[in-house]
């Protein structure tokens, strides 16, 4: 314990060293009004964390040619936020500093607004003016509402389509946009890019704000923000695929790999409408996870399912990360975590002390089962709940021990549209039904092919609805008396037709788990 304790240590002094940089104080901002000759707010505007009272704000400024010189030196910009549409009834005006230690983005945590309130925003430097975005605040915590809509997305790799699915997420009437991960792919897949990032794989902090800057240039996923604040969670891609808490695929030392993991942190908090960035002494921690009341209608959680959950179970010695298992005696070690203690044991107080009617648990993965059979066992996939049953046990049975219905968790990750039951026992008809999954396909990111598909529908009877072919994302409309879930879909490549179409509608009725074709 004492070496791994100093270790421990040690990589939080390297890290705090190495990164020290970029929480250095911000250099006195130019107060002189610029000429631009190209627009520094290219990456569009954001709002985010909706509260009762708050939002957070976020833009970046962006330097083209012959602008370049400029971003040397630290900035001011002003923010203003408007009770109209016309923006003629300003209620906030600040000038907010930046500079290049955090890519001159910029987070505004704007108080003091009024529930369930819409209002409008615009940042501007000099002559230039951002877009107008949208925002809307959280209702008291005690309101009574009748209604609460709810874009689910996840997976959006920019080489593998066009983000129609953002263009239909902008143009619906929602109170926010639920983004449970792969907002970025550090990777690349020749066989199915139809455009191409820039750049090879980003390990540094630099490349991962290039990669971001690629795709926060989308004029679909600009939109998608503009219209509506976001609700963020991160998965693997934003860091590496199928990364552990410290472990990568390749067994990568931990102590690069947690470097690797702060530049990408970093990247993520500049990109994002987020309240708070990395731990200033250790960069390689973010707290993200976190919790979410509207009104008396529901209570939302947003759980991290990758920084602190134990590494993959019976990993390949060569090729670690996700595959499939079998006779795996480790997948049955009640110490492996999917969340991490601390996450764990603040999910298990707070989701039994919740009151509200509707208990929303949205994280990354899929938890009902995908497991198939082969001739010596069941096959796991390592990387899904699946891969952690005990702690998903654990989970379910806080559900159980404190009596809890109308509990609804919504995923993402997979590529696949799902609609299951949950039971302490999967696909177990005498172990009774506890709660209810929806989990979205991605936003563009390939899902597995047919015969897959249709051998796992096949092997777990609790899937009432499994589909991985189609892109898109889940419209969750809540209300007193039900969650309705929406899947919006096109076909593969996105893009390749016009619009999303309605694949499938479920519905969990008020006391009743699991859900109900409709």
Same mark, same amino acid.
């Given at each position: 314990?004492?070496?791994?304790?100093?270790?421990?240590?040690?990589?939080?002094?390297?890290?705090?060293?190495?990164?020290?940089?970029?929480?250095?104080?911000?250099?006195?901002?130019?107060?002189?009004?610029?000429?631009?000759?190209?627009? $520094?707010?290219?990456? *569009?505007?954001? !709002? *985010?964390? $909706?509260?009762?009272?708050?939002?957070?704000?976020?833009?970046?400024?962006? %330097?083209?040619?012959?602008?370049?010189?400029?971003?040397?030196?630290?900035?001011?910009?002003?923010?203003?936020?408007?009770?109209?549409?016309?923006?003629?009834?300003?209620?906030?005006?600040?000038?907010?500093?930046?500079?290049?230690?955090?890519?001159?983005?910029?987070?505004?945590?704007?108080?003091?607004?009024?529930?369930?309130?819409?209002? /409008?925003?615009?940042?501007?430097?000099?002559?230039?003016? !951002?877009?107008?975005?949208?925002?809307?605040?959280?209702?008291?915590?005690?309101?009574?509402?009748?209604?609460?809509?709810?874009?689910? &997305?996840?997976?959006?790799?920019?080489?593998?389509?066009? @983000?129609?699915?953002?263009?239909?997420?902008?143009?619906?009437?929602?109170? %926010?946009?639920?983004?449970?991960?792969?907002?970025?792919?550090?990777?690349?897949? $020749?066989?199915?890019?139809?455009?191409?990032?820039?750049?090879?794989?980003?390990?540094?902090?630099?490349?991962?704000?290039?990669?971001?800057?690629?795709?926060?240039?989308?004029?679909?996923?600009?939109?998608?923000?503009?219209?509506?604040? /976001?609700?963020?969670?991160?998965?693997?891609?934003?860091?590496?695929?199928?990364?552990?808490?410290?472990?990568?695929?390749?067994?990568?030392?931990?102590?690069?790999?947690?470097?690797?993991?702060?530049?990408?942190?970093?990247?993520? %908090?500049?990109?994002?409408?987020?309240?708070?960035?990395?731990?200033?002494?250790?960069?390689?921690?973010?707290?993200?996870?976190?919790?979410? !009341?509207?009104?008396?209608?529901?209570?939302? /959680?947003?759980?991290?399912?990758?920084?602190?959950?134990?590494?993959?179970?019976?990993?390949?010695?060569?090729?670690?990360?996700?595959?499939?298992?079998?006779?795996?005696?480790?997948?049955?070690?009640?110490?492996?975590?999917?969340?991490?203690?601390?996450?764990?044991?603040?999910?298990?107080?707070?989701?039994?002390?919740?009151?509200?009617?509707?208990?929303?648990?949205?994280?990354?993965?899929?938890?009902?089962?995908?497991?198939?059979?082969?001739?010596?066992?069941?096959?796991?996939?390592?990387?899904?709940?699946? *891969?952690?049953?005990?702690?998903?046990?654990?989970?379910?049975?806080?559900?159980?021990?404190?009596?809890?219905?109308?509990?609804?968790?919504?995923?993402?990750?997979?590529?696949?549209?799902?609609?299951?039951?949950?039971?302490?026992?999967?696909?177990? $008809?005498?172990?009774?039904?506890?709660?209810?999954?929806?989990?979205?396909?991605?936003?563009?990111?390939?899902?597995?092919?047919?015969?897959?598909?249709?051998?796992?529908?096949? !092997?777990?009877?609790?899937?009432?609805? @499994?589909?991985?072919?189609?892109?898109?994302?889940?419209?969750?409309?809540?209300?007193?008396?039900?969650?309705?879930?929406? %899947?919006?879909?096109?076909?593969?490549?996105?893009?390749?037709?016009?619009?999303?179409?309605?694949? &499938?509608?479920?519905?969990?009725?008020?006391?009743?788990?699991?859900?109900?074709?409709?």
């Amino acid at each position: 314990m004492q070496r791994r304790q100093f270790n421990l240590c040690l990589q939080r002094s390297a890290l705090a060293l190495a990164l020290s940089p970029w929480f250095s104080a911000t250099a006195q901002p130019s107060s002189v009004g610029h000429k631009w000759h190209t627009s $520094p707010f290219a990456l *569009g505007v954001a !709002s *985010g964390r $909706p509260r009762a009272d708050s939002v957070v704000l976020w833009t970046r400024l962006l %330097f083209a040619e012959p602008d370049r010189a400029a971003a040397a030196q630290a900035w001011s910009v002003r923010v203003e936020v408007f009770a109209d549409a016309a923006l003629k009834r300003r209620v906030y005006r600040a000038e907010v500093a930046t500079d290049a230690n955090r890519a001159h983005s910029v987070h505004v945590h704007v108080t003091q607004l009024q529930p369930s309130t819409d209002y /409008w925003y615009r940042f501007s430097q000099g002559d230039a003016h !951002s877009t107008v975005g949208h925002t809307r605040t959280a209702p008291s915590r005690h309101a009574d509402v009748p209604q609460l809509r709810i874009a689910l &997305a996840s997976c959006q790799h920019y080489e593998q389509g066009q @983000y129609i699915a953002h263009e239909d997420i902008a143009k619906q009437a929602l109170d %926010f946009v639920l983004f449970m991960g792969d907002y970025i792919y550090e990777n690349s897949n $020749p066989q199915y890019a139809i455009r191409k990032h820039n750049g090879d794989e980003p390990k540094t902090l630099q490349a991962y704000r290039e990669r971001y800057e690629q795709y926060k240039r989308d004029p679909a996923l600009q939109a998608a923000h503009a219209a509506h604040p /976001w609700v963020l969670m991160w998965d693997d891609h934003e860091v590496v695929n199928d990364y552990a808490n410290d472990q990568d695929r390749h067994y990568t030392d931990p102590t690069q790999m947690l470097l690797r993991r702060a530049a990408a942190y970093q990247a993520y %908090f500049e990109h994002q409408p987020l309240l708070l960035g990395p731990d200033a002494h250790n960069p390689a921690n973010m707290r993200l996870y976190d919790q979410l !009341s509207w009104g008396k209608l529901a209570d939302v /959680w947003t759980l991290d399912c990758r920084q602190y959950r134990s590494p993959q179970a019976c990993r390949d010695p060569v090729r670690g990360g996700g595959r499939m298992v079998v006779q795996c005696d480790e997948l049955n070690d009640a110490s492996r975590t999917m969340l991490g203690a601390e996450q764990e044991r603040w999910l298990t107080e707070s989701l039994s002390a919740s009151k509200r009617q509707w208990k929303l648990v949205a994280q990354a993965t899929q938890i009902s089962s995908t497991s198939v059979p082969t001739p010596v066992g069941r096959s796991y996939w390592n990387d899904a709940w699946d *891969g952690y049953p005990e702690a998903r046990k654990r989970l379910l049975q806080t559900v159980v021990d404190a009596k809890l219905s109308n509990v609804v968790t919504l995923g993402g990750d997979v590529h696949c549209n799902v609609a299951a039951p949950l039971r302490l026992e999967p696909n177990n $008809p005498a172990s009774p039904i506890i709660a209810s999954e929806f989990v979205t396909t991605s936003i563009t990111s390939r899902g597995l092919g047919d015969k897959a598909a249709a051998l796992i529908r096949e !092997s777990n009877p609790d899937l009432l609805h @499994y589909r991985s072919d189609e892109r898109g994302y889940s419209l969750i409309t809540v209300t007193p008396k039900e969650v309705r879930c929406e %899947f919006r879909t096109t076909k593969f490549p996105a893009g390749s037709e016009a619009g999303l179409k309605t694949q &499938a509608s479920y519905v969990v009725k008020n006391g009743k788990a699991g859900p109900q074709l409709i």
